[in-house]
């Protein structure tokens, strides 16, 4: 089983950056896809980006296309997320999580593994 544990969140003004980093300990880290979701006060969880065990395809959605960029290194059993040009309503708890169900990435429900979630604050 893979547990994770998120780190890098903080306070930032709007159009500056952040890299989120996921650390990953137990076996097979580099046999799953990954993503980051986030999830803001009295919002749903959302997607945020996914990725393939090897890093070779990774997806995003619409609003955070250009300005975020996801990756891993298998050999640190670690993702990461690189987030440029914030925004304050990229303001939430960002979590990283294993995909264990399903085809899509997108839905919350197809992954498992949930890191604790770091806070992360743009301010305008």
């Known amino acids: 089983q893979v547990q994770l544990v998120e780190s890098g969140g903080g306070l930032v003004q709007a159009g500056g950056s952040l890299r989120l980093s996921c650390a990953a300990s137990g076996r097979f880290f580099s046999s799953y896809s990954m993503a980051w979701f986030r999830q803001a006060p009295g919002k749903e969880r959302e997607f945020v980006a996914g990725?393939?065990?090897?890093?070779?395809?990774?997806d995003y959605p619409d609003f955070v296309k250009g300005r975020f960029t996801i990756s891993r290194d298998n050999a640190k059993n670690t993702m990461y997320l690189q987030m440029n040009n914030m925004k304050p309503e990229d303001t939430a708890v960002y979590y990283c999580?294993?995909?264990?169900?399903?085809?899509?990435?997108?839905?919350?429900?197809?992954?498992?593994?949930w890191g604790q979630g770091t806070q992360v604050t743009v301010s305008s």
């Open positions: 990725i393939s065990p090897s890093g070779g395809v990774t």
């Open positions: 999580a294993v995909h264990i169900r399903g085809s899509g990435w997108a839905d919350s429900g197809n992954f498992g593994s």
